[in-house]
């Protein structure tokens, strides 16, 4: 059932032998949507916790404790957990499988994204947190690893572009979600416990998804290599491996260089929008006479519009990356995506001043998210079959522990920024400098780009 048909040449170019979808079979398109799936609800779950970041800080905290600092804290656990889970699942995933290690990941980031709901304090929430992020780190190397190892060579690139590009659909609709509890707010439960339903609808279509996945199998082309690698003692999922020798280590160590880029530039910066949506929100509403009691749903209801309108830019970017990718190679598609995040990034948190300026998060999401569609095609594109999960988990992961350090350091600048300020203006300011000085992080990411090879046209590297 998951044998694959006869795959083009890798050199064939998918535009002149048509569209990437063309050679796939039904159960192709099961894998593909089986971790297509996977990737977009952990993403959900992901931007649930963003939405509800700020309002679960000031619920779970005393008054006289710093909500946003906090909320930095956490989701700093919150990657560090993701890191270690990416570590972990990758090797095993090489090791076992990745079919039943991306179904249990699943069900693990799904049943603590629920059990974040019950939260009754700061300790308890970020426990919950960083055990979801064991999970969460773990599914995105693993549905790469699947997909590149399921699809013919000619499918690949389009099909990871897609797969990263489809988890845009799982962050809309985590505005969707926010939206809707944004306009019951008050009237079906308490205001400001929106977080705690936000948690329990993002884990039931992943909990469900499981059984789904139980369905499906392994890669024919890992259960050749690992019947082949018994026989010779070849290494799966071994970081002595990947590190020992030279062919392996070397993109290893570079990938990951440029993961963290643009990690970093997401999770410490692009991510914390909507707390100056937040903020924006409430100047606005209190300079024009608002009733201050729709404050808390307003600022629920920009806060959803904002990861909407952001998400349908980053489904557009990720797209377009992909394209460009397969036209004019990776790494210029990376460094033009590398200036544009930058750029976007620095006008989005020095300009953004009303609701109009909304436009601003999609430009802001077509330029960020447009890495993560090259970080799907290109790290499978650097490792072996038993070292695939192993390397594009190391890249993608475990920059996340340089990564986690992206919010604490914006949390201590804006601290240091904001020492001597007395008014909710002059704080916010102090904001708006920390999240542009710490933009600058994208642009090393064409260091990296620098030392990396060209893989476009080449077929998947083996021992």
């Known amino acids: 059932m998951n044998s694959t048909k006869s795959a083009a040449p890798s050199s064939v170019s998918s535009f002149a032998s048509g569209p990437w979808w063309k050679d796939l079979t039904p159960y192709h398109w099961f894998v593909f949507a089986m971790a297509s799936l996977a990737w977009l609800f952990d993403c959900l779950d992901q931007q649930l916790f963003i939405l509800a970041r700020g309002a679960a800080m000031k619920f779970l905290l005393p008054p006289t404790m710093d909500a946003k600092l906090y909320g930095t804290y ?7 957990g993701w890191a270690t889970g990416g570590l972990i699942f990758g090797a095993v995933g090489d090791r076992i499988g990745r079919a039943r290690t991306l179904t249990l990941t699943v069900l693990l980031y799904s049943v603590c994204t629920g059990l974040s709901a019950f939260s009754t304090g700061w300790i308890d929430f970020a426990f919950y947190r960083f055990i979801t992020g064991l999970g969460v780190g773990g599914v995105f190397g693993l549905a790469v690893a699947l997909v590149a190892d399921s699809v013919p060579d000619r499918s690949r ?13 799982g962050n809309v609709t985590a ?14 439960f308490k205001a400001g416990e929106s977080w705690k339903y936000m948690f329990l609808i993002g884990a039931v279509p992943a909990f469900l998804c499981v059984f789904l996945q139980m369905r499906l199998k392994e890669p024919e082309k890992w259960v050749k290599a690992r019947e082949a690698g018994r026989l010779t003692g070849a290494q799966f999922g071994s970081y002595s491996s990947l590190f020992g020798e030279a062919r392996w280590r070397k993109p290893a160590l570079l990938g990951m260089l440029l993961c963290v880029a643009g990690v970093v530039g997401l999770w410490g910066i692009g991510f914390f929008s909507p707390e100056l949506v937040s903020d924006v929100v409430d100047r606005s509403i209190r300079e024009a006479g608002g009733d201050p009691k729709s404050i808390a749903a307003q600022k629920t209801i920009w806060m959803g519009w904002n990861m909407i309108v952001q998400n349908i830019g980053a489904f557009l970017g990720m797209i377009a990356f992909t394209k460009a990718a397969q036209r004019f190679g990776r790494r210029p598609a990376f460094a033009v995506a590398f200036v544009c995040a930058f750029v976007a990034t620095f006008g989005f948190f020095t300009f953004f001043n009303s609701k109009a300026d909304i436009w601003m998060s999609f430009i802001m999401g077509f330029c960020q998210l447009a890495l993560f569609a090259g970080f799907a095609i290109y790290l499978p594109e650097l490792f072996p079959t038993r070292l695939r999960s192993t390397g594009v988990s190391f890249c993608y992961n475990v920059g996340r522990f340089i990564a986690a350090s992206g919010p604490l350091m914006m949390g201590s600048l804006q601290a240091n920024l904001s020492k001597g300020a007395a008014t909710p203006a002059a704080k916010l300011m102090a904001f708006r400098h920390a999240c542009c000085y710490m933009s600058f992080i994208f642009l090393c990411g064409l260091i990296a780009l620098a030392f990396l090879s060209e893989t476009k046209g080449k077929p998947l590297p083996e021992d």
Not at 74 to 80: G, L, M, P
Not at 159 to 168: C, F, K, V
């Open 157 to 169: 690139p389009g099909a990871l572009g897609t797969l990263q590009a489809l988890s845009a659909v």
């Open 175 to 188: 505005g969707l979600i926010s939206l809707g509890l944004g306009k019951v707010e008050g009237n079906w």
């Open 74 to 80: 956490a989701t700093s656990i919150f990657v560090a």
